[in-house]
């Protein structure tokens, strides 16, 4: 899940076009998805763990991680339908672009701050 790279060009972008925009919806669903998965997994990881069923948190992270493959496409399908909606077809105004740049640039700097 962490093979993808977020391109820091959208944060700067004023007046974005189609690509832009599709690039925009794909890190924000992608975002969210990988939360939403990585919560799952570390939670369900930890109970199990806690029940005595896996040795390490990495051998029921890597499970669970397997279980959970699905959740992750779920949301992320989810996420980037209605990111494309709401950019490519209702934003006249580049209300929203403004709103997804900033939400992007929370994502980026959380992310960042995970990585080793």
């Known amino acids: 899940m962490t093979a ?10 004023e007046c974005p076009n189609l690509l832009n ?6 890190a924000y669903a992608h975002y ?6 990585e919560l799952a997994v570390s939670s369900m990881a930890k109970i199990a763990l806690r029940e005595c069923k896996f040795r390490t948190m990495e051998d029921a992270e890597a499970f669970f991680g397997l279980g959970y493959i699905s959740l992750y496409f779920s949301i992320f399908a989810k996420h980037f339908c209605v990111s494309l909606i709401e950019l490519v077809f209702r934003d006249s105004s ?23």
């Open 4 to 13: 993808y790279r977020f391109p820091r060009s959208l944060l700067a972008i």
């Open 21 to 26: 925009k599709v690039s925009a919806a794909f």
């Open 32 to 37: 969210h998805a990988r939360f939403g998965f």
């Open 94 to 116: 580049q209300s929203n672009w403004n709103t997804y740049q900033l939400c992007l640039n929370v994502f980026f700097h959380e992310s960042e701050s995970r990585e080793p």
